[in-house]
């Protein structure tokens, strides 16, 4: 029989992510956020390419985002609406790290690898923020998938976008548990 680690297991069969808008001050300082981010560094990297890289938005840049999600919008003929719950995740963020999916050329791994890895960094650290104690949640939207955005905001280079959004504070008041996947309906086993 292996040797179960039942805390980290009870974590993950009840870690629930914040909602964003629900986080307040403080966030984590640069010592408090680093052992987050070196978690989320570990892991799986087919071929070591590390196809992701970190952007620590602080409290004092989310304007500046919020004020080019407005932007952002009015250029691509978004919504009054869209562009109010775009700009919303920075006019309340206390702290945010922006995943940048890094897209590196391989002849062994393929570019989809390559986005599984940033995407599994992204999850890597809601869970590392969450297990120590902060509230956290990942987001996206539509402004994370303007390429104008990206380049005016984090000075992404061509072969790089957003993988996520992770919005890490104290968590506010604690949503209520949503209904989860039916495990039956998505789970075939093969036995032969």
Same mark, same amino acid.
């Given at each position: ?68 999600? @407005? ?34 050329? @391989? ?32 987001? @996206?939207?539509?402004? @994370? ?48």
């Amino acid at each position: 029989m292996p040797l179960q680690n039942d805390a980290a297991l009870d974590f993950l069969l009840t870690r629930r992510s914040r909602p964003a808008k629900t986080l307040v001050a403080p966030a984590p300082n640069r010592a408090e956020l680093e052992p987050l981010l070196t978690a989320a560094a570990r892991t799986p990297d087919h071929g070591k390419l590390e196809p992701w890289r970190f952007i620590v938005v602080e409290k004092g840049a989310m304007a500046r985002l919020a004020d080019l999600t @407005s932007q952002a919008g009015q250029r691509l003929d978004k919504s009054p609406e869209d562009i109010a719950k775009g700009r919303s995740q920075f006019e309340l963020g206390h702290l945010a790290v922006v995943v940048v999916e890094v897209q590196t050329p @391989s002849v062994k791994v393929p570019a989809l690898e390559q986005t599984y890895s940033a995407g599994a960094v992204c999850l890597a650290l809601l869970n590392a923020a969450l297990a120590a104690g902060w509230g956290a949640n990942w987001l @996206s939207g539509w402004v @994370s998938h303007d390429p104008e955005f990206c380049k005016a905001a984090f000075d992404l280079a061509d072969n790089e976008r957003i993988a996520g959004l992770i919005h890490i504070a104290t968590q506010g008041p604690i949503p209520p548990e949503r209904p989860r996947p039916d495990l039956n309906a998505k789970t075939t086993w093969m036995t032969q």
